[in-house]
């Protein structure tokens, strides 16, 4: 129906699943990512400037979100064979910011239909009825939804933010831990806030030369840049 109204999943919510055609062959979302994070993210169209800038500085970085066992999934809702196209057109002609011979190797979504773009709410009608606005899904290796980030068609997204998410997300995870305002790795984090008052008086009076406390409520602790990136096993 032309009027039909799709919630958008939430933070908190299991990924929706779905079965697509991609650049890189069938695949079955987001089953065949387990235990992997995932950033899902939609684009307007195939052929554009700002989207051409977006999918090569992506997969410039392609190899620093698989160190960071992440899985990069574009759409939109061109067909393949325009996909196809592209993707070999950013490789032989374009160049950006000193990126050339870029090759898209991470999937992009056939989605036609736009089943897929709805079931995300990445349609949005205040900017268009007929390209997808520029959404960011990050779905963590159990499928869960993490963070959400949305831009409208004209604004490129900032992709070192987007690998901070990542970062952030794994570190709260691995640590049980929370990450301040402009919080990148290295930088102190926050220490979860005290649940009873015994716990606040006890949290005052730590003598852990790791953590400081403001007040009760407010608590940093020491996370080096080592630590970060090699995060304890969890068993």
């Not at 991609?22 to 169209?45: C, E, M, R, V």
């Not at 852990?208 to 990136?229: A, G, H, P, R």
């Amino acid at each position: 129906m032309e009027n039909e109204i799709i919630a958008m999943p939430r933070i908190g919510d299991k990924a929706p699943e779905f079965k697509a055609v991609t650049t890189q062959g069938n695949i079955n979302f987001p089953t065949d990512y387990s235990g992997k994070w995932i950033i899902l993210f939609s684009h307007p169209a195939d052929f554009t400037p700002v989207c051409t800038s977006e999918f090569m500085t992506f997969a410039s970085m392609q190899d620093e979100f698989t160190a960071l066992n992440t899985q990069l999934v574009g759409l939109s809702i061109d067909g393949l064979y325009s996909h196809i196209a592209w993707l070999r057109t950013i490789k032989e002609k374009i160049e950006f910011k000193g990126m050339k011979n870029v090759d898209v190797t991470f999937p992009l979504i056939e989605d036609i239909t736009m089943d897929i773009a709805k079931k995300y709410g990445m349609i949005q009608p205040g900017e268009s009825n007929t390209k997808a606005v520029r959404a960011v899904f990050f779905v963590d290796p159990a499928g869960t939804i993490r963070a959400i980030i949305y831009y409208p068609l004209s604004l490129g997204r900032n992709f070192d933010e987007l690998k901070r998410v990542i970062i952030a997300l794994q570190t709260a995870d691995a640590f049980g831990v929370a990450t301040p305002a402009n919080w990148n790795p290295g930088d102190d984090v926050i220490v979860s806030t005290a649940a009873s008052c015994g716990a606040a008086k006890e949290r005052m009076e730590n003598k852990d030369e790791n953590i400081t406390c403001y007040d009760w409520f407010f608590c940093t602790k020491k996370l080096s840049m080592e630590q970060v990136k090699n995060p304890p096993v969890k068993k």
